[in-house]
């Protein structure tokens, strides 16, 4: 397992574990992040933060301290 | 006979709005909820039998039932039937993505379950065929055990079916039976907890007894449906609505359930969710026949320069210096237009009125006050088409996506950029401009630091003081005019940060944004979008800011003194009586002279002046006299009328080109003691505090607005006028030792 931030562009993975406080972790669940669910690291922005991921057939982004909390394998 | 309501719902980027336009034929009202600054968009369907008149309700674009912003809030409120003047919803329409199905059926799925009259609209069939997902919308209808009808809103596709849909539901009266469906497959212990507490909201709240199921869960599952201690009654967004209740021994039974779930390890946050998302998954496998997709989408091609490390950012830095320089420059005709437009109407009014008080209000007080109005609409109008045409394209969320890193040094958004950046134009469109941002303390933030970029309001100032007080030359007025600029960007940036560490400061808000495909936009939408939020501000700041004008004319007006009035009616008699006829260029310009001296000292003699003189102490520590005073006093109006006021005091006359003979005006001016007024360091000084006061009526009306209350913008105009006297005194303190 290693953290999802740590993908290269293009590279694909399964989420296994999102190490966000379950309080805080709603909204990105109920976009369909989930454990178990395919992801493709797509870029970072040009100053390295955000990432851009794509899942379920449309793309997302989010900071890389989230990113580091999702563990993939 | 009460119309028939149809509710259309959606995530965002479905394609909703497009097909409410399409619908109602691009004529429906935009409004605000009561209390809340959402935008409301309601219309009739066009076409729709007169007997049976159909009323269009387009719902903020909502990614779930478990809100986030005050915009989802209201979604799910009205969904709920919690909203007080938004009636019951007679028919649902979920607009769906066909491109994106599985996320945007998680929401549709949560509001089928609601238990209304619900029609799902597959929407973009197009797009989703193009990336070889093929949808049998049959067995999807089946799937789902509501109606389906696929479209391609913007092209007009499958209208027609839809509008039939809703007239024949429209004009079949009674009560139409609603098969109730569940979209989850939950763990026993969990359908047992959400069975009891759906029960138990049946028995306390009959009304609404269809929604129990669906309200059960969320409260089973969502911990922000639930109201607690800790609930936050200010604004909030999470909160629940005054008839939503819930009695104490209910709240017990939820809290106990999650507490019995927690112990036999299931997660009541994460079960519903994951058990939704099966589910979902299990029926897209059903109806989607997929084809291999095209090697690169167009969407992904787009992206690939607009996000590249090198071309991304210069596209950005492009794309913002064409809206800034079209806001500020493109601005500037329609402005002047207007200007001379008023100027015109006030003079022909003036003149076509006996004088005396009355004509002066109307003049200078109420056509003025509007004038002053009004001539922000330009900036106003181009500012929303932009954002519009950002919006519509789908590039905005790119630039939030470029941004993000470096607002989140000073703890702020990606999406907070682009009102800050406006605000150099004018932090009006500005502030209305913060809507987009989503989490209420960065939004706030946002709306609290925009003044404090230097707004094109702030350059005649900054124009007439580096004139009069800045050596004119080696380039100073220019590097003058820049530190100004850098200084309010910096003030902006340390204050959010500021703010975000102590008044503002929330659980991190965390950056979960979509991306959604490019798209060509709808330029009538977007005009009519423009036009919607401009006459709302025309409307509604509108109103605060004609009446403090009428105060501001009355102070810079009254008391009048009738000593003075006789002293120059007969100065004017004089000179008539010695004045040949027709006057010598000679005697029109003593005649100029005696007018600008007549306006001066009664302005000197207003209630306007003598607060200049009443605030005199407070200004003495910054190096400024009474006369600035009364600028300072009279332009909190708006800061250009520092300009005009200080023509007014000095007696050049009032007229805003006299910039240049102002400044000559000023060097001239000596203190009492025999030291010029205006030195560098003066200049310095006040230009540093107009760099970070607040000074502008029209702004404080606006974030009354945007804000409900009357807390921030007075708060705001407290923290930015301390902090201009505090930097305005450090500066003159400061140069003062140093010697200048």
Known sequence: MRPLSSLTPGERAVVARIDIPPEQRGRLLEMGLLPGTPVELVRFAPLGDPVEIKLRNYHLSLRKLEADKIQVH | ??????????????????????????????????????????????????????????????????????????????????????????????????????????????????GHPTLLTLNMVDVARDRGHDIDTDALSKALGVPVIPMVASQGEGLEPLRHFIRSQASSPGTRHVIPREFNELPEAFGREAQAIETALERHFPHRSRLAAAEALLLLSDERALPTDKTNTDGNTNGN??????????????????????????????????????????????????????????????????????????????????????IFWLAKYPMDGIEAAVDALAQWVGSSMPPGDLNDLITRGAIAGVGSVVIFLPQICLLFLFIGLLEDTGYMSRAAFLMDRLMSRVGLHGKSFIPMLSSFACAIPGIM???????????????????????????????????????????????TLLMMYLLGIAGALGMAWIFKKTLLRGEPPMLILELPPYKRPMLGAVLRQMWDRSKLFLKRAGTVILGINILLWFLATYPRSSELQQEFDQRHAQWKQAASNPPTSAESETLKRLDQEEAGEKLRQSFAGRLGRAIEPALKPLGFDWKIGIGIVTSFAAREVFVSTLSVVYNVGGDSENTASLAEVMKSERRDDGRKTYTPLTGLTLMVFYVFAMQCVSTVAVVRRETNSWKWPLFQTVYMTSLAWILAFLTYQVGTRLGF
Not at chain 2, 44 to 58: E, I, K, Q, Y
Not at chain 2, 436 to 455: G, H, K, N, Y
Request: charged share 20%; with cysteine; aromatic share 6%.
């Open chain 2, 241 to 326: 609505t005054a008839n939503t209740r819930y009695p104490s021994a209910l709240i017990e039974q939820v809290l106990s359930a999650r507490r019995r779930l927690e112990a036999a390890g299931v997660d009541w946050r994460s079960t519903a969710i994951e058990a939704r998302y099966a589910r979902l998954f299990a029926i897209e496998q059903h109806v989607t026949r997929e084809t291999p997709p095209p090697d690169e989408l167009l969407s992904d091609r787009i992206d690939r320069v607009v996000t590249h490390r090198v071309w991304g950012p210069l596209i950005f830095v492009t794309v913002m210096a064409l809206m800034f320089q079209s």
């Open chain 2, 1 to 114: 006979m009460k119309p028939f309501t149809v509710v259309l719902t959606g995530n965002p980027n479905c394609g909703k709005t497009t097909l409410f336009n399409a619908l109602t034929g691009l004529r429906g009202r935009v409004g605000n909820y009561a209390g809340v600054t959402v935008e409301r968009k309601e219309g009739s369907l066009t076409g729709a039998d007169a007997r049976f008149p159909v009323t269009l309700l387009d719902l903020p674009g909502t990614y779930s039932l478990s809100p986030q912003s005050p915009d989802e809030q209201i979604a799910r409120d009205i969904l709920f039937q919690r909203v007080a003047d938004v009636p019951a919803p007679d028919l649902v329409v979920v607009v769906v993505d066909a491109s994106n199905l599985q996320r945007n059926l998680y929401f549709a799925t949560q509001v089928i379950e609601l």
């Open chain 2, 433 to 479: 401009a913060t809507r987009t941002i989503e989490t209420r303390q960065d939004r706030l933030a946002t709306i609290l630091v925009a003044p404090l970029m230097s707004c094109s309001a702030r350059l005649p100032v900054y124009t007439v003081l580096i004139a009069a007080c800045i050596p004119q030359r080696n380039g100073w007025p220019g590097l």
